[in-house]
């Protein structure tokens, strides 16, 4: 196991709450067709890169999560709009994308096997950062090559932990992209985000974790009622502050709410 690998305990069977109330099977069609839709307008027009105005993508981002039937609820700070930032969050789910890139447009760094989706393969592969997360002497090379895009002013979007999890329990921020952000000198943007049911209590139907497949897991929101996805972008954290990678990926990870702070299944 690399650095880049780690393992979480959530797999589908022990974490995923029974599917209640389900949506019609129409409507569930009816909203992936429109993120299809939205996804495949992003390749058309990828080509133009940063013409493309960073509001029309943050609401691109945002339209893309509402089309699947999630309601979308940003709070806390603004990120800087301009400038290298290493944006971090924790990772429950593949709408965890959209929404980071709603925060501030960025540059995602992604595992090689992503280039294989449909139909988001192609979309990723415009801008993405690859990781090959099997190979942990392809690390220094990789941390090089995120500290090059930070210190070039771009945003640089990543979820430390590694590996997604059900969002009752959580991971822990993955010391390396920090060293990056130091490599380069630019700040730190941590990013939390939780997803509940409209009567506020937390849900993991939209968790894509162990064996469970994009198929499924893109079904499975398609299907849900009353989603919310709620994105809280916590005060940056100024380079210099920290004086090494440890010290400045538990500070991107601290202040848990009460249900991280104490997972349950």
């Not at 070039?152 to 992209?177: K, L, M, Y």
Request: glycine letters at 8%.
């Amino acid at each position: 196991m690399s650095v880049w690998l780690p393992a979480a305990p959530c797999t589908p069977g022990t974490c995923l709450e029974p599917r209640a109330g389900a949506a019609a099977v129409p409507r569930a069609v009816l909203r992936l067709t429109a993120v299809a839709a939205l996804l495949l307008a992003g390749i058309v027009v990828s080509p133009l890169g940063g013409r493309v105005p960073a509001g029309l993508v943050r609401r691109w981002c945002r339209w893309i999560v509402r089309a699947a039937g999630v309601r979308v609820r940003f709070t806390g700070a603004a990120a800087a709009p301009t400038g290298g930032l290493l944006l971090v969050a924790n990772h429950i789910s593949w709408l965890d994308v959209p929404l980071l890139a709603a925060v501030r447009p960025a540059r995602l760094l992604a595992k090689t096997e992503i280039r294989g989706w449909p139909v988001a393969g192609p979309l990723a592969a415009r801008g993405a950062l690859f990781i090959e997360r099997d190979r942990l002497r392809a690390l220094p090379d990789t941390v090089a090559r995120i500290a090059s895009a930070l210190r070039g002013g771009a945003a640089v979007a990543a979820f430390p932990e590694g590996s997604t999890w059900c969002g009752r329990a959580q991971g822990t921020f993955r010391r390396a992209v920090f060293q990056a952000a130091l490599d380069a000198a630019v700040p730190v943007q941590p990013v939390r985000i939780r997803y509940r049911r409209a009567d506020g209590r937390a849900s993991t139907a939209p968790a894509f974790v162990g064996d469970d497949t994009l198929l499924a897991s893109v079904w499975r929101v398609a299907r849900a009622r009353g989603l919310v996805a709620e994105v809280e972008v916590r005060p940056g954290i100024p380079p210099g502050s920290h004086p090494d990678r440890r010290s400045l990926a538990a500070a991107a990870q601290r202040d848990r709410t009460p249900d991280e702070a104490h997972p349950q299944k």
